[in-house]
């Protein structure tokens, strides 16, 4: 009879946090709408769970309401970056998906927040309504290489101690990969030239390169020949037309109808929120 009565009722099934304070990526399965989360004095529990009810529920970015004590002495941008983090920016995601009792129907509601350093912090919604499920019929790009905007990098390092920083996060890739990333985007990887030091175009050019080291089967690339000279431009269309016949995707995001005219298979414009396709 309970049963009966509660069939068509929606329950916590699952719950995700994706490259959020100290998780990389993490899931808690639920049993019967359940979960139990069992530590130590200070293992992260009360943060854990405040990080889906209520923050993720109701979107209120107050940083008392992750601490267990209700202080404000943390920023919620502190949650992303530390003070001393070497990262620029980090992009992290709460998600919470809910099943429906005596059926396979499935709902997620997730929350994306992007901290940069001396920025806004910035959050959004996102709800997947149609069934699919997060980590199974959809989920976040596993394998990218992505250069956006600027890059940023420690000024007084140089571009191979740079990318060896990057390599170690994942541990895909070999000195050897790094080097030859940086060879084949026209810098000299044994160069003990500082960061700080290079030119615009060297400053791109390294960008790409810690894009493609991990040999992505997806690049995001945002206006990656800014900076550059025809010399320059000439490499790097080269580059990307080489990793376009190996099979990668690549998105492509140009101003420059050239760029567009040579590089791109299906073009889309986008104008006021408005997206057309002119392929």
Same mark, same amino acid.
């Given at each position: 009879? /309970?049963?009966?009565?509660?069939? *068509?009722?929606?329950?916590?099934?699952?719950? *995700?946090?994706? $490259?959020?304070?100290?998780?990389?990526?993490?899931? =808690?399965?639920?049993?019967?709408?359940?979960?139990?989360?069992?530590?130590?004095?200070?293992?992260?529990?009360?943060? /854990?769970?405040?990080?889906?009810?209520?923050?993720?529920?109701?979107?209120?970015?107050?940083?008392?309401?992750?601490?267990?004590?209700?202080?404000?002495?943390? #920023? @919620?941008?502190?949650?992303?970056?530390?003070?001393?983090?070497?990262?620029?920016?980090?992009?992290?995601?709460?998600?919470?998906? =809910? !099943?429906?009792? *005596?059926? &396979?129907?499935?709902?997620?509601? *997730?929350?994306?927040?992007?901290?940069?350093?001396?920025?806004?912090?910035?959050?959004?919604?996102?709800?997947?309504?149609?069934?699919?499920?997060?980590?199974?019929?959809?989920?976040?790009? %596993?394998?990218?290489?992505?250069?956006?905007? /600027?890059?940023?990098?420690?000024?007084?390092?140089?571009?191979?101690?740079?990318?060896?920083?990057?390599?170690?996060?994942?541990? #895909?890739? /070999? $000195?050897?990969?790094?080097?030859?990333?940086?060879?084949?985007?026209?810098?000299?990887? $044994?160069?003990?030239?500082?960061?700080?030091?290079?030119?615009?175009? @060297?400053?791109?050019?390294?960008?790409?390169?810690?894009?493609? @080291?991990?040999? %992505?089967?997806?690049?995001?690339? $945002?206006? %990656?020949?800014?900076?550059?000279? !025809?010399?320059?431009?000439?490499?790097?269309?080269?580059?990307?037309?080489?990793?376009?016949?190996?099979? #990668?995707?690549?998105?492509?995001?140009?101003?420059? %109808?050239?760029?567009?005219?040579?590089?791109?298979? &299906?073009?889309?414009?986008? &104008?006021?929120?408005?997206?057309?396709?002119?392929?």
């Amino acid at each position: 009879r /309970t049963k009966a009565m509660n069939s *068509g009722k929606w329950q916590i099934n699952r719950a *995700g946090l994706v $490259d959020f304070w100290y998780y990389d990526e993490e899931t =808690f399965e639920c049993s019967e709408g359940r979960m139990l989360l069992r530590g130590s004095n200070g293992s992260g529990k009360s943060v /854990t769970m405040q990080s889906f009810i209520p923050l993720l529920l109701d979107g209120n970015m107050r940083p008392e309401r992750l601490d267990p004590f209700g202080s404000r002495a943390r #920023k @919620m941008e502190n949650y992303l970056l530390e003070e001393n983090d070497d990262r620029d920016e980090r992009t992290g995601y709460l998600y919470m998906e =809910f !099943k429906r009792l *005596g059926s &396979e129907e499935y709902l997620t509601l *997730g929350l994306g927040i992007r901290a940069r350093k001396n920025k806004k912090l910035e959050s959004w919604y996102f709800c997947v309504t149609d069934g699919r499920r997060v980590g199974k019929d959809v989920d976040y790009l %596993p394998n990218a290489g992505i250069i956006i905007e /600027t890059p940023g990098f420690i000024p007084y390092y140089s571009g191979l101690q740079n990318l060896r920083l990057l390599a170690g996060i994942r541990r #895909k890739v /070999t $000195d050897d990969q790094i080097r030859k990333a940086l060879k084949i985007t026209g810098l000299d990887p $044994d160069s003990r030239l500082p960061v700080r030091k290079y030119s615009l175009g @060297m400053r791109q050019r390294l960008g790409i390169a810690q894009a493609i @080291m991990e040999q %992505p089967d997806i690049l995001i690339l $945002d206006e %990656p020949m800014n900076g550059l000279d !025809k010399h320059g431009v000439a490499d790097i269309r080269e580059l990307l037309m080489e990793l376009k016949k190996q099979g #990668k995707l690549i998105l492509l995001a140009s101003h420059n %109808p050239a760029d567009i005219e040579l590089l791109c298979d &299906e073009v889309y414009e986008m &104008e006021l929120g408005n997206i057309r396709n002119f392929s």
